[in-house]
């Protein structure tokens, strides 16, 4: 596949064994569905557990929506992953911050994943119904600058509704937390996929 029709999107949590996974897996399944061979979903961690696989109810969440922990390895942050990225989608406020101090010229693509929900909705408030992107590489490349735009329409009420909390070590009722706060920010990206693809 040519690397430049391919869009490459990151999400990032700490041990890349619970939340990231999550939110690789069912995004890639979300958007091979929409767009097969267009998009590229990958994870890390800022701290990872480097070979581990998903945690298994996180693995049971990616099953429960339609996509497969099958094959996944936790892997470890580094520059070059982030410099491959076209988009970062961190768990929290604080990745993001790990990922600036990594790499300060990604400012501008990376956001928490449910910010980034909340500013893509903003965004098609602001410029209402526009058709389906005809280069759609082209389109989603611009697409991080253009949400950044609307980040002052996207505030949190507090800023821990940026954030999707880490189950690691702790009950089931938080992994269940976890996919509440997940699963409307990747069914908002992919619904908005869907309309500009």
């Not at 945690?55 to 429960?64: C, E, F, H, N, V």
């Not at 940026?162 to 069914?187: C, F, T």
């Amino acid at each position: 596949m040519d690397s430049s029709s391919t869009i490459r999107i990151l999400t990032v949590c700490t041990g890349n064994i619970c939340r990231s996974p999550v939110a690789e897996r069912l995004l890639q399944a979300g958007l091979d569905q929409i767009r097969p061979d267009v998009f590229q979903v990958r994870s890390a961690g800022t701290r990872a557990m480097v070979g581990d696989p998903a945690q298994p109810i996180s693995a049971d969440i990616i099953r429960t929506y339609g996509g497969s922990s099958d094959g996944f390895a936790a892997r470890q942050l580094t520059p070059k992953i982030l410099r491959e990225a076209d988009l970062v989608l961190t768990m929290a406020a604080t990745h993001r911050g790990e990922v600036m101090q990594m790499d300060a010229s990604l400012l501008k693509r990376t956001f928490t994943i449910r910010e980034f929900a909340r500013m893509i909705e903003a965004l098609e408030q602001r410029d209402g119904d526009s058709p389906a992107a005809p280069d759609v590489p082209a389109f989603w490349r611009a697409l991080p600058a253009r949400a950044a735009s609307v980040r002052h329409l996207a505030l949190a009420q507090d800023a821990a509704d940026n954030d999707v909390v880490d189950p690691y070590r702790r009950g089931e009722e938080i992994y269940h937390r976890m996919e509440d706060e997940l699963a409307p920010a990747i069914l908002t990206i992919l619904r908005f996929a869907r309309r500009h693809s």
